[in-house]
């Protein structure tokens, strides 16, 4: 069942409340279709939102950087951050200019990052790896112990968050319904393209050979 109550005051969706949803399973599959996040965090410089790659294993969001990064060494010192995820899937053209809108699936995560132990960080990263592509993990180098020492590796529990989803057509007033003016949805979509290999490469695995036009 669809969960109704949120974790906080501050994750309740308060404009348009009904397209609000606080349900983990809607949350995972929001974040497990997308590779990028965008994190907010304040300091003695003001506020940031920087674009981040992530990935979700069980209860937890992951990202990782260098060892120099600002943004991980405030948010590994236990800044409060807030993550952001959307989904764009359509344009709403309606009959009357105020009432066009976009179809959308998004998700807000509030809470503080932990720092990953260093014995979890290489099976962390090739959790990162597997998010990329199944199979990828076993087949490429690893990080060195130089390299995993050179990264941070943070992760946020998934307990205060909020989805926001909008779908269907336009809502026009009753009065504009008659106006002779085209109306509906064009929709919007990520696709993936041909692979382009790297000069001389190995034989393309099954992930890279189906990755958008089936196995060739």
Same mark, same amino acid.
């Given at each position: 069942?669809q &969960?109704?109550?949120?974790?906080?005051?501050?994750?309740?969706i308060?404009?348009?409340?009904?397209?609000? +949803? =606080?349900?983990?399973?809607?949350?995972d599959t929001i974040?497990?279709?997308t590779?990028?996040?965008?994190?907010?965090f304040a300091? $003695?410089?003001?506020? %940031?939102?920087?674009?981040?790659?992530?990935?979700?294993?069980?209860? =937890?969001? =992951? *990202?990782?950087?260098?060892?120099?990064?600002?943004?991980?060494?405030? &948010?590994?010192? /236990?800044? +409060? @951050?807030?993550? /952001?995820?959307?989904?764009?899937?359509?344009?709403?053209?309606?009959?009357?200019?105020?009432?066009?809108?976009? #179809? =959308?699936?998004?998700?807000?995560?509030y /809470?503080?990052?932990?720092?990953?132990?260093? %014995?979890?960080?290489?099976?962390?990263?090739?959790?990162?790896?597997e998010?990329i592509?199944?199979?990828?993990?076993?087949?490429?180098?690893g990080?060195?112990?130089?390299?995993?020492?050179?990264?941070?590796?943070l992760?946020i529990?998934?307990d205060?968050?909020?989805?926001?989803?909008?779908?269907?057509?336009? $809502?026009?007033?009753?009065?504009?319904?008659?106006?002779? *003016?085209?109306?509906?949805?064009l929709?919007?979509?990520?696709?993936p393209?041909?692979? $382009?290999?790297?000069? $001389?490469?190995? #034989?393309?695995?099954?992930y @890279?050979? #189906?990755?958008c036009?089936?196995?060739a």
């Open positions: 069942m &969960a109704t109550t949120p974790a906080s005051d501050r994750t309740r308060r404009r348009i409340a009904e397209r609000g +949803q =606080y349900d983990r399973e809607m949350l974040l497990d279709a590779h990028l996040c965008h994190l907010s300091d $003695e410089r003001g506020a %940031h939102c920087i674009p981040m790659a992530c990935w979700r294993t069980g209860d =937890y969001l =992951y *990202v990782h950087g260098s060892n120099g990064s600002r943004l991980l060494k405030v &948010a590994s010192a /236990g800044a +409060q @951050v807030c993550i /952001g995820v959307t989904h764009l899937d359509g344009l709403v053209l309606a009959r009357s200019a105020f009432n066009h809108s976009m #179809n =959308y699936r998004s998700a807000v995560i /809470g503080e990052f932990e720092r990953v132990p260093e %014995h979890e960080k290489a099976s962390a990263l090739d959790a990162f790896m998010s592509a199944p199979g990828r993990s076993a087949e490429v180098r990080g060195n112990e130089k390299e995993l020492a050179a990264t941070t590796v992760r529990a998934l205060e968050f909020a989805c926001k989803v909008r779908t269907g057509g336009p $809502e026009d007033d009753p009065k504009d319904l008659d106006r002779p *003016v085209w109306a509906g949805v929709p919007l979509a990520m696709t393209q041909a692979p $382009e290999p790297d000069g $001389e490469t190995a #034989n393309a695995p099954a @890279v050979r #189906n990755w036009c089936g196995d």
